[in-house]
């Protein structure tokens, strides 16, 4: 019988998990077939998911303030450019508020036009008027709804 190995491997039965083996050179002074080595696994690199997590609430802590400081800059530019919009004489009139609207009573007329009606974009005639009072210490908004037909009689002066 010869000294060398077979070139064959002699079946055992169930299958083998893993890669298959390569036949290699026998070793000087040794037996056919050497089964392969398996690789020692290295040191396993830690999970960065800690590091994810904390990139991920940072962008969205930086896209937070971004979208607040872009939203106060837009309604700040529509408050500026509604000013604009009312005359001189009005400005005379209207009263300087110390505080804010959260702190401060305030009362607020609201009016609502009927200008965007189609046939009738000239006449801006108030459709709607109201009343809102702020009470902050009692916590209240207190709604006055005025009908825009409304006749009322006032002293010295008549119906209007």
Do not use: C
Not at 32 to 50: F, M, N
Not at 52 to 68: C, D, E, I, T
Not at 121 to 133: F, P
């Amino acid at each position: 019988m010869a000294t060398e190995g077979k070139p064959y491997r002699v079946y055992k039965g169930g299958r083998a998990t893993g890669r298959v083996p390569l036949q290699r050179k026998a070793p000087p002074g040794g037996q056919g077939d050497v089964p392969e080595a398996k690789p020692t696994p290295g040191p396993r690199r830690p999970r960065r998911i800690k590091r994810w997590v904390l990139l991920a609430v940072a962008v969205l802590f930086v896209l937070a303030l971004l979208w607040g400081v872009f939203s106060y800059r837009s309604v700040a530019a529509g408050v500026k450019t509604a000013n604009a919009r009312v005359p001189t004489g009005v400005r005379r009139q209207l009263t300087a508020q110390d505080g804010l609207l959260n702190s401060t009573p305030t009362t607020i007329l609201v009016l609502g036009t009927d200008g965007g009606v189609k046939g009738r974009e000239s006449a801006n005639r108030s459709d709607s008027i109201m009343l809102l009072h702020t009470d902050p210490s009692r916590g209240r908004l207190a709604y006055l709804s005025i009908p825009r037909d409304l006749q009322v009689d006032i002293p010295d002066y008549g119906v209007a």
